[in-house]
């Protein structure tokens, strides 16, 4: 399984957007990228994928790069709620498994 | 809809008895996953279902652990002879398939504490 490689935790300031890094230099090309969110006292909850193209939904923006060895979850305004480790995962053609690795713990302040 | 639920929330119990924990999938969902996240740890991959089989049992610490699934729906862990390492939190999840590219949703998890 192709592994990840994310800060410990970050701090962003309420109202400001919040780029979380992930770097995955060994993914293969069939690889999808997940990104989910833990709440404190919660089950994961997912916030977004992709597979080359950046992708966008509501909760957030996925960018990938061109040679797809990092991506970038990007949250446009953070919140308080937005508080959470943040888990990147790489999941392989034919897997289904989540890999988890440490996380990045997310601080928002007020 | 209803999510992914788990029962009980909580549970605590005395080394060397056996426990079962519930995971209830969302409705038509027919993959169903087992997750633990100890203490501090990250979330370890235990088991899953597509349907009422599980390929993959790879992740199961022992042989006192133990999971089914029946009726392609409620999916049942048993831990047999509870150690203090096993108290965690016991997390589920469901998927429409079982793909790389499919969401997983996840339940609250039921804590697990081993006196």
């Known amino acids: 399984d192709a592994k990840t490689t994310q800060p410990n935790s970050m701090e962003s300031n309420e109202e400001e957007p919040v780029h979380l890094p992930c770097n995955h230099s060994t993914i293969s090309g069939t690889d999808y990228i997940h990104w989910y969110r833990q709440l404190p006292s919660q089950g994961p909850e997912y916030v977004i994928h992709?597979?080359?193209s950046n992708v966008n939904n509501r909760m957030a923006s996925l960018a990938i790069a061109e040679d797809r060895k990092s991506s970038t979850l990007i949250l446009h305004r953070a919140t308080l709620r937005d508080a959470a480790v943040y888990y990147c995962?790489?999941?392989?053609?034919?897997?289904?498994?989540?890999?988890f690795g440490t996380g990045t713990r997310l601080k928002v302040l007020a | 809809g209803a999510g992914v639920s788990q029962s009980p929330s909580n549970k605590v119990t005395e080394k060397g008895k056996d426990v079962e924990l519930r995971c209830d999938p969302i409705?038509?969902?027919?993959?169903l996953y087992w997750y633990r996240q100890s203490l501090g740890q990250g979330l370890e991959f235990l088991i899953y279902f597509q349907g009422n089989s599980a390929p993959d049992k790879s992740g199961l610490p022992s042989d006192r652990f133990s999971a089914e699934r029946t009726g392609g729906s409620v999916s049942t862990l048993t831990i047999q002879r509870t150690q203090q390492e096993d108290s965690a939190v016991y997390l589920c999840?469901?998927?429409?398939?079982?793909?790389?590219?499919?969401?997983?949703?996840f339940g609250p998890g039921t804590r697990l504490t081993v006196l």
């Open positions: 995962i790489l999941t392989a053609a034919g897997t289904y498994k989540y890999i």
């Open positions: 992709g597979l080359t």
């Open positions: 999840a469901s998927s429409l398939i079982a793909a790389s590219f499919n969401e997983q949703f």
């Open positions: 409705s038509g969902h027919t993959a």
